[in-house]
């Protein structure tokens, strides 16, 4: 299993924006998919934003797009979630996954491998 460590997370206001980082153990960083989930208090964990191996595909929850964007820098194998104009509703602790899918998977089921999570906290 890879290692992932989350950072980045905070309290910001209503269209503040924050960049997460999941740093990697892995040297086979590349061989794996990332994605971004996230856990509110008493509701299920869910799919924020994935990106393949070499990042030419991208997949993102519908309410993120357009203010979310999704990138990894495999040399340094780190994945990154820049998030824009930022809503109390996007209140959640955040999560890096490593799986290894044929392609990205928006299924938490395919991820193998977890942060500890990263707590995002905005206020309106």
């Known amino acids: 299993q890879v290692q992932l460590v989350e950072s980045g997370g905070g309290l910001v206001q209503a269209g503040d924006s924050l960049r997460l980082s999941c740093a990697a153990s892995?040297?086979?960083?590349?061989?794996?998919?990332m994605g971004w989930f996230r856990q509110a208090p008493g509701k299920e964990r869910e799919f924020v934003a994935a990106?393949?191996?070499?990042?030419?595909?991208?997949n993102y929850l519908d309410s993120v797009k357009g203010r979310f964007t999704i990138s990894r820098d495999n040399a340094r194998r780190t994945v990154y979630l820049q998030m824009n104009s930022l809503k109390p509703e996007d209140t959640a602790v955040y999560y890096c996954a490593a799986g290894r899918t044929i392609k990205p998977s928006n299924s938490r089921y395919h991820y193998d491998s977890w942060g500890q999570g990263t707590q995002v906290t905005v206020s309106s």
């Open positions: 892995e040297r086979t960083f590349s061989d794996y998919n």
């Open positions: 990106i393949s191996r070499s990042g030419g595909i991208i």
